[in-house]
């Protein structure tokens, strides 16, 4: 599909907010509308060559389920449908949201957990985030000094989010217009 799919596992709902707002920006010609993951099929993601994931992180650094208190369930309830899946060809940019001051030492890490997962099923990882102006003291979710995707805390550092957002999306535009228009010509 010529379009870049957005999926998003929240709980409280601040994930689905900054997904909607990513494909604000990106703008509606570029983004399908925003997908809570727990409502998404294999087939839903496997539609696209360009995805867009987003997280929550929960419990103890994991990702947001009905485990860890996401009633209506969300990605650790849709992961078996990933076994076998190959994502080989297909670009992804990830987001996390996440609360340095109460979880500083795991912050974001269900990003890490989305990131893991996808590059092993094949995909090409876009979107890393520089690490500064950030206070955690660890996350899985940084690797060589930068995030594996774009990290928010709308907990504590919420009066930046919107100036993250901007610089993020205008960052990454270009790469998932390229990886588009490589997709589009492969077939
Ligand atoms: C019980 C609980 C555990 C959490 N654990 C973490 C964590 O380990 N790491 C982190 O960065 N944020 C953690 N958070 C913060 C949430 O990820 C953050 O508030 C996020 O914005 C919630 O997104 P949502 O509204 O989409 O569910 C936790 C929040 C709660 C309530």
Do not use: C
């Not at 979107?127 to 940084?142: I, K, L, R």
């Amino acid at each position: 599909m010529n379009k870049v799919g957005l999926f998003f596992g929240t709980d409280s709902g601040t994930t689905r907010l900054i997904g909607k707002k990513i494909a604000k920006l990106l703008g509606a010609d570029l983004v399908d509308k925003p997908l809570n993951i727990n409502r998404a099929t294999i087939d839903d993601l496997l539609q696209y060559d360009v995805l867009i994931l987003g997280t929550a992180t929960y419990g103890a650094g994991e990702l947001p389920g009905v485990a860890n208190n996401a009633k209506d369930g969300s990605w650790i309830e849709f992961l078996p449908q990933l076994a076998g899946a190959d994502f080989t060809g297909k670009t992804v940019a990830l987001y996390g949201l996440g609360d340095q001051e109460k979880y500083g030492d795991r912050f974001v890490n269900g990003m890490a957990k989305l990131y893991r997962i996808f590059k092993d099923l094949g995909a090409t990882i876009v979107g890393e985030w520089s690490a500064e102006g950030y206070t955690f003291t660890g996350s899985d979710a940084v690797l060589d000094g930068k995030f594996v995707g774009l990290a928010i805390d709308n907990n504590s550092q919420g009066m930046l989010t919107d100036a993250r957002l901007s610089e993020w999306t205008a960052a990454v535009k270009p790469q998932l217009e390229a990886a588009l228009t490589a997709s589009s010509q492969v077939g």
